[in-house]
T-cell receptor
Framework: NAGVTQTPKFRILKIGQSMTLQCTQD?????MYWYRQDPGMGLKLIYY???????DKGEVPNGYNVSRSTTEDFPLRLELAAPSQTSVYFC??????????????FGDGTRLSIL | KQEVTQIPAALSVPEGENLVLNCSFT??????LQWFRQDPGKGLTSLLL?????REQTSGRLNASLDKSSGRSTLYIAASQPGDSATYLC???????????FGAGTTVTVRA
């Protein structure tokens, strides 16, 4: 079972470059999320989506953009990479949270360094 | 704003000892609380989810309790094994928009 798949696993960018982090899930989940995890810190929500065509900002959206054209895919775009965006990025998905008993499923992460 | 705290940040125990991991949160109006396990270089794996109406959840050697009034959850791992070595994170689901607020985690080392 694939679950949530993130690519690439590692990437080094130069300041000012752009890139897209890919995320796809095969569980037919409505909800998808992007988090970043900095050393010694909890995960912080960047953007989330409740369904195809619908996205919204999380706690730390500045410097990022997302799109959700299909249920399966939720790419995260960095337009002008800055050293402060060096982090580990996690994509997650879940069913609708209305019932309160649906856990989020996570990918293995993308480790991004901006130099 | 929901603040989630996990103390201690790291814990080392001998094999066979029971583990007690703590999570505290500032806003009791929660939707649910999840405990996750994170292995080095890997993503998060959901261990247990407690809905706001529940007091505890159990899965095998794991038991998680929830006390909303005091803003606390505890994860118990019975008879620890070296394979339990990992970072454990708790995350609180907010009642108004279902987003998760994460603690920084407790890194556990079980010594053989």
């Amino acid at each position: 079972n694939a679950g949530v798949t993130q690519t690439p696993k590692f990437r080094i960018l130069k300041i000012g470059q752009s890139m897209t982090l890919q995320c796809t899930q095969d569980m037919n989940h409505n909800y998808m999320y992007w988090y970043r995890q900095d050393p010694g810190m909890g995960l912080k929500l960047i953007y989330y989506s409740v369904g195809a065509g619908i996205t919204d900002k999380g706690e730390v959206p500045n410097g990022y953009n997302v799109s959700r054209s299909t249920t399966e895919d939720f790419p995260l775009r960095l337009e002008l990479a800055a050293p402060s965006q060096t982090s580990v990025y996690f994509c997650a998905s879940s069913y609708s949270l209305v019932r309160g008993d649906q856990p989020q499923h996570f990918g293995d992460g993308t480790r991004l360094s901006i130099l | 704003k929901q603040e989630v705290t996990q103390i201690p940040a790291a814990l080392s125990v001998p094999e066979g000892e029971n583990l007690v991991l703590n999570c505290s949160f500032t806003d009791s109006a929660i939707y649910n609380l999840q405990w996750f396990r994170q292995d080095p270089g890997k993503g998060l794996t959901s261990l247990l989810l407690i809905q706001s109406s529940q007091r505890e959840q159990t899965s095998g050697r794991l038991n998680a309790s929830l006390d909303k009034s005091s803003g606390r959850s505890t994860l118990y791992i019975a008879a620890s094994q070296p394979g339990d070595s990992a970072t454990y994170l708790c995350a609180v689901g907010r009642s108004n928009d279902y987003k998760l607020s994460f603690g920084a985690g407790t890194t556990v080392t079980v010594r053989a």
